[in-house]
């Protein structure tokens, strides 16, 4: 499986922003991809996982500000990102099983 992400950028603070994740190759479904963040000097964490249409789970931090969706025709997932704050900056990775897209970077000015 190959992942594709794309859609960052630079946002002021409390700004939207909308990543998207494509994948291509041996897939046959997009459940269970995940997003990820990595911020300057630290360890790369988990934001969320797409688990179906309607449900997802998604770290504490985000709740309320991001959500994820995924188009099965087109087999991508999506990141919304509102409200965006400048803890919020880093590079964000897509994520199936062993797989990793190639990150796209977000930053958030105060």
């Known amino acids: 499986v190959q992942l594709q992400a794309f859609g960052g950028g630079l946002v002021q603070a409390g700004g939207s922003l909308r990543l998207s994740c494509v994948a291509s190759?041996?897939?046959?479904?997009?459940?269970?991809m995940s997003w990820y963040r990595q911020a300057p000097g630290k360890e790369r964490e988990w934001v969320g996982t797409f688990l179906g249409p309607g449900t997802t789970e998604l770290q504490g931090s985000v709740k309320g500000r991001f959500t994820i969706g995924g188009d099965y025709m087109e087999n991508s997932i999506y990141l919304q990102m509102n409200n965006l704050k400048p803890e919020d900056t880093g590079v964000y990775y897509c994520?199936?099983?062993?797989?990793w897209g190639q990150g796209t970077l977000v930053t958030v000015s105060s």
């Open positions: 994520n199936y099983k062993e797989s």
């Open positions: 190759g041996n897939t046959w479904t997009i459940r269970d």
